[in-house]
């Protein structure tokens, strides 16, 4: 398995854009999250998926956030429109659930810039 | 209640040295406690998992303890080595559900050759 693919891996955007960041997880997987990286706040969990269905959303900052599932082996985390207070490294993860002690899978993640 | 505290930071050892980052947790319903490592471009790595029926757990250099009466856990890396430079993030979860992990701010460990 290549392991939990995204794309773009960096993506430059002028500030009121719209942004689409794609996840592909591991096949197999069932659980997947996005998570936001920057310097001052660390690893933010924006939401989880189950079996494709959104489990909790509480850390989606705004209404201007959005995820979909649409099947086992896609997701989209969309941002409109983007400000630059959006810039960070946006990282989609995916595992087993009941986990089986394997962890998470990370992908390589996608460093956003908004200007 | 859901927050992990780690330190230091930063640290920087010496090649051969031992490196020791910090965690403690509040909430008590976690039973899981991994660590990860992110090397610069990449996304964070499963590097060692603990569960609280145990007070360590040791994978070649890398050893986990453990203390739950004082909500508290810890990396050690044993013979430090240059390639071990990365940033360290603990982590924990409940076993239950989707597992969602909870993450600390991360350790940026340098290893000086």
């Known amino acids: 398995d290549a392991g939990v693919i995204q794309s773009p891996r960096h993506e430059v955007t002028e500030m009121g854009q719209e942004v689409t960041l794609r996840c592909k997880p591991i096949s197999g997987h069932n659980s997947l999250f996005w998570y936001r990286q920057t310097m001052m706040r660390g690893l933010e969990l924006l939401i989880y998926?189950?079996?494709?269905?959104?489990?909790?959303d509480s850390g989606m900052p705004e209404d201007r956030f959005s995820a979909k599932m649409p099947n086992a082996s896609f997701s989209t985390l969309k941002i409109q429109p983007s400000e630059p207070r959006d810039s960070a490294v946006y990282f989609c993860?995916?595992?087993?659930?009941?986990?089986?002690?394997?962890?998470?899978?990370f992908g390589s993640g996608t460093r956003l810039t908004v200007v | 209640q859901q927050q992990v505290k780690q330190s230091p930071q930063s640290l920087i050892v010496q090649k051969g040295g031992i490196s020791i980052i910090n965690c403690a947790y509040e909430?008590?319903?976690?039973?899981?406690f991994p660590w990860y490592q992110q090397f610069p471009g990449k996304g964070p790595a499963l590097l060692i998992a603990?569960?609280?029926?145990?007070s360590e757990k040791k994978e070649g250099r890398f050893t986990i303890s453990f203390n739950k009466s004082a909500k508290q856990f810890s990396l050690h890396i044993m013979d430090s080595q240059p390639g071990d430079s990365a940033t360290y993030f603990c982590?924990?979860?409940?076993?239950?559900?989707?597992?969602?992990?909870?993450f600390g701010q991360g350790t940026r460990l340098t290893i000086n050759p």
């Open positions: 993860a995916s595992s087993f659930s009941p986990p089986t002690g394997d962890g998470y899978t």
């Open positions: 603990i569960r609280p029926d145990v």
């Open positions: 909430n008590t319903a976690f039973d899981y």
């Open positions: 998926f189950n079996n494709n269905v959104p489990i909790d």
């Open positions: 982590a924990a979860s409940t076993i239950q559900g989707a597992q969602k992990l909870v």
